[in-house]
């Protein structure tokens, strides 16, 4: 069975800052990664998907991830943090049903 | 637009009642997938389903029931054996299993009154 493990349960920046979360996976195979973000009382959001094609992966509002085989990891990052960023984020592997990290929930300091 | 509808976004149970959270999606999807979210917490997995009349228990199935009679309906019903429901409950689908990413509600809050 794959795995996923988010190795920052919460990360602190300041805003116009970069932004690190960390993801290492556990997988028999390539897998197909994922991260989602999810605000305050809402569900979750796809921000980025790696499927074996590029090993950088551009996602959305400027985040982007890479994949790392030999490290087996899917870090997320993005270069100026908004305030906007504040969520909780999880990196989620594929599988049936898929695995899910534990989250990391960021805040972003004026 | 396609996509997932929870109902109700509140919910309130008074104690031994059963009460059913909906899940519809028109996204043509075969998997639906039912998650609890505690505060502070990640996700749980309570029950899936990737094809019509057919599921699988989670990792904390028990004092919940699903049904998947039709393809974009996924109703899933907090039973009174479920001593602790307090929680948010996120419904998602997808395309079918493993490399496809899964599209999320907005999810249902239910408390104890």
């Known amino acids: 069975a794959q795995s996923v493990t988010q190795l920052d349960s919460h990360v602190s920046v300041s805003e116009g800052t970069p932004v690190l979360l960390r993801c290492n996976y556990s997988?028999?195979?390539?897998?197909?990664l994922f991260w989602y973000v999810q605000h305050p009382n809402k569900g979750l959001q796809l921000l980025l998907k790696y499927t074996s094609a590029a090993t950088l992966v551009k996602g959305i509002n400027g985040f982007e991830a890479e994949f790392k085989k030999s490290e087996t990891s899917f870090h997320l990052t993005k270069p100026s943090a908004h305030m906007s960023d504040a969520a909780e984020y999880f990196c989620v592997v594929s599988d049936a049903p898929p695995s899910f990290g534990a989250g990391t929930t960021v805040t972003v300091r004026a | 637009d396609g996509g997932i509808t929870q109902s109700p976004k509140y919910l309130f149970r008074k104690e031994g009642q059963n009460v059913t959270l909906s899940c519809e999606q028109n996204?043509?999807?075969?998997?639906m997938y039912w998650y609890r979210q505690d505060p502070g917490q990640g996700l749980r997995l309570i029950y899936y389903s990737q094809i019509v009349n057919d599921f699988q228990k989670g990792d904390i199935a028990e004092g919940y029931s699903v049904s998947r009679e039709k393809k974009e309906s996924f109703p899933l019903t907090v039973t009174s054996a479920q001593k602790n429901p307090t929680a948010f409950y996120l419904c998602?689908?997808?395309?079918?299993?493993?490399?496809?990413?899964?599209?999320f509600g907005d999810g249902t809050r239910l408390s104890i009154l």
């Open positions: 996204l043509n999807h075969d998997a």
């Open positions: 998602a689908s997808s395309i079918g299993e493993g490399d496809q990413p899964q599209h």
């Open positions: 997988s028999s195979y390539s897998p197909s």
